[in-house]
Each structure stands twice: as C-alpha cells, then as structure tokens.
T-cell receptor, first 120, second 110 residues
Framework: GAVVSQHPSWVICKSGTSVKIECRSL??????MFWYRQFPKQSLMLMAT?????????EQGVEKDKFLINHASLTLSTLTVTSAHPEDSSFYIC????????????????FGPGTRLTVL | DAKTTQPTSMDCAEGRAANLPCNHS???????VYWYRQIHSQGPQYIIH???NNETNEMASLIITEDRKSSTLILPHATLRDTAVYYC???????????FGTGTRLQVTL
C-alpha cells in the first residue's frame, strides 16, 4: 500500500510553454501532498504544500504564479510550471502524507518516482 | 540551522552491516527521527522512524541513544541495491513538512 505515482516521468518542452505534472495517491486518500524540486547533486527542496480543497502554501522564494498547484481531489494534485525557462529544468517530486497519521504522532510521507523536466 | 548532521559519504562491503550515524543534538522531546533514502533518479523511500525506543522493521533497525542526541540506521546485510543517499530527518509529529538535509551517500561495493 501507500503508492504514489507521477505523470509524466519525463518531459522536454520549449522555453515559454507550460507543463503540467500530475501526482496521484493510488491506494489511499491524501488531504496533504507536497511538491519538491531537486537540482543535480543537491538535496530535495520543498516548494509547496498542497491541501485538498484549499490554496497551496508556498515556501519562501517560490513564485506561486509560476508554479501553479491544484489539489482538486483527495487522490490528485497537479503542478503546472508556467512559461517554463531553462532554469526551471529540474527533477520534480511529489509526496503524500499518510492519512492514518494521528495528532501529535509520527507521519510518514510516501513519494512519487519523480518527473524530470528539461526546458530547451 | 540544520537539525541533523550526517557524514557526507560512506562505503560498505556487500553482505556486511551498514551503520549510518546521525547527530541531532538539539532534538526536542516531541520530535521524531525519520530515515528516508533516495536511489539515483528516483523519489525518496521511507525506511523507518522512531521517537525514543529502538525500532526494527523489514528494511532496517534504528538505534536511538538514551539522550536522543544521536541515532544510527543499521542495514544488517547491505546489498548493491542499497546504494543510495540516506537522509536523517528530525521533525515533530505535527510538523507540516519534512526538511531534507544533504544526507549520506552510501556506496555498497562487492
């Protein structure tokens, strides 16, 4: 159980176009999902927290108008990179927080396989 | 400031135990220790977590010192497929996010 998928696994696009990445929790409902970005040989950097039915919470320095997040259902969150440029080329990873986390107790996150975006 | 300190890299022979240390000297009473790993070009994989007691599951064991200021992740019989970056993360149960540090790059060799 606790499987998270992402689509597409890789995408190449031209500068100025928009790209949508989907994150799905396959066997559980996730009210909270997270979007990370990882540049080569660096650690994961949290971009935003996606909450079902409400606006996403963005980390400092992340442009909310450039990275649009929609969490319209309990099993799907999408990240749209608008007007992509070469510097947006990166490995984008989503995760979902398990719903059986208890208040004050530990919570695990399960991660998708990642989407590699290359902007030409 | 980083909540954890891990060695940058470690080597381990296949079949031997891999012991990955993590220092978290400022950990507070309600913070858990989580371990994740990331195999190259994949999303991170949850391994184990603990609060005070030592924990074991099918993947690994987590040993937490009595003062909780450090911990060790043990892979009892490392295989080549265990080659990955291992992240030690300290967060409260109510934390809204996990913050990844630089991790330890474990290389398992023949």
């Amino acid at each position: 159980g606790a499987v998270v998928s992402q689509h597409p696994s890789w995408v190449i696009c031209k500068s100025g176009t928009s790209v949508k990445i989907e994150c799905r929790s396959l066997d559980f409902q996730a009210t909270t999902m997270f979007w990370y970005r990882q540049f080569p040989k660096q650690s994961l950097m949290l971009m935003a927290t996606s909450n079902e039915g409400s606006k996403a919470t963005y980390e400092q320095g992340v442009e909310k108008d450039k990275f649009l997040i929609n969490h319209a259902s309990l099993t799907l969150s999408t990240l749209t990179v608008t007007s992509a440029h070469p510097e947006d080329s990166s490995f984008y990873i989503c995760s979902a927080r398990v719903p059986w986390a208890t208040a004050g107790g530990p919570h695990e996150q399960f991660f998708g396989p990642g989407t590699r975006l290359t902007v030409l | 400031d980083a909540k954890t300190t891990q060695p940058t890299s470690m080597d381990c022979a296949e079949g031997r135990a891999a012991n990955l240390p993590c220092n978290h000297s400022t950990i507070s009473g309600n913070e858990y220790v989580y371990w994740y790993r990331q195999i190259h070009s994949q999303g991170p994989q949850y391994i184990i977590h603990g609060l005070k007691n030592n924990e074991t599951n099918e993947m690994a064991s987590l040993i937490i010192t009595e003062d909780r200021k450090s911990s060790t992740l043990i892979l009892p019989h490392a295989t080549l497929r265990d080659t990955a970056v291992y992240y030690c993360i300290v967060e409260t149960g109510t934390a809204s996010k996990l913050t990844f540090g630089t991790g330890t790059r474990l290389q398992v060799t023949l």
